[in-house]
T-cell receptor
């Protein structure tokens, strides 16, 4: 079955870059996503990457995909205190049409 | 656009009662809706997938008689937790997918419902 792993916690200072990592096992994933969850709230899609891409940049966000190693990362440039949240990576297996979420990384940004 | 609402946002009930949670797509037609469960400090676990007008498909280990899902229209799905017990206390999140909305199969998530069973 699918298995998506993330490191549990990341702490950075305001203005620094944050890098959140994710590893997955399903090589047939077509889309991979990064979601943000603030306390007591639902999920907000931040960005996504198609599996035939290596990199995608969207303003402060950069997604890198290493398909060979099944490794996905999210870099947040100039991290702000408002970026403090839990970040989930997720993969979509279009065969089953369902999302499999990672374990989540709690990002804490200190002033 | 593509807003999903849930109601209620939180509910407290006594053990043995049933609780219904609604998930609505406000500005699009949701061909497929998903129900997730999230325990504190844990990830989202898919419970079931429902398509309008057909029976829900439950994930392994999810009791379909315990968690009743109805997707009666293209904008509404309901999850009923029957005979709730304290171990059913959790954060329940729905999402919706609409045909042709995005090319990357985006699911739009509701804000979640926190269920506490006493």
């Amino acid at each position: 079955g699918e298995d998506v792993e993330q490191s549990l916690f990341l702490s950075v200072r305001e203005g620094d870059s944050s890098v959140i990592n994710c590893t997955y096992t399903d090589s047939s994933s077509t889309y991979l996503y990064w979601y943000k969850q603030e306390p007591g709230a639902g999920l907000q899609l931040l960005t996504y990457i198609f599996s035939n891409m290596d990199m995608k940049q969207d303003q402060r966000l950069t997604v890198l995909l290493n398909k060979k190693d099944k490794h996905l990362s999210l870099r947040i440039a100039d991290t702000q205190t408002g970026d403090s949240a839990i970040y989930f990576c997720a993969e979509m297996n279009t065969g089953f049409q369902k999302l499999v979420f990672g374990t989540g990384t709690r990002l804490l940004v200190s002033p | 656009g593509a807003v999903v609402s849930q109601h209620p946002s939180w509910v407290i009930c006594k053990s043995g009662t049933s609780v219904k949670i609604e998930c609505r797509s406000l500005d699009f037609q949701a061909t497929t809706m998903f129900w997730y469960r999230q325990f504190p400090k844990q990830s989202l676990m898919l419970m079931a997938t429902s398509n309008e007008g057909s029976k829900a498909t439950y994930e392994q280990g999810v009791e379909k008689d315990k968690f009743l899902i109805n997707h009666a229209s293209l904008t509404l799905s309901t999850l009923t937790v029957t005979s709730a017990h304290p171990e059913d206390s959790s954060f329940y999140i729905c999402s919706a997918e609409g045909t042709g909305l995005t090319i990357y199969n985006e699911q739009f998530f509701g804000p979640g419902t926190r269920l506490t069973v006493l």
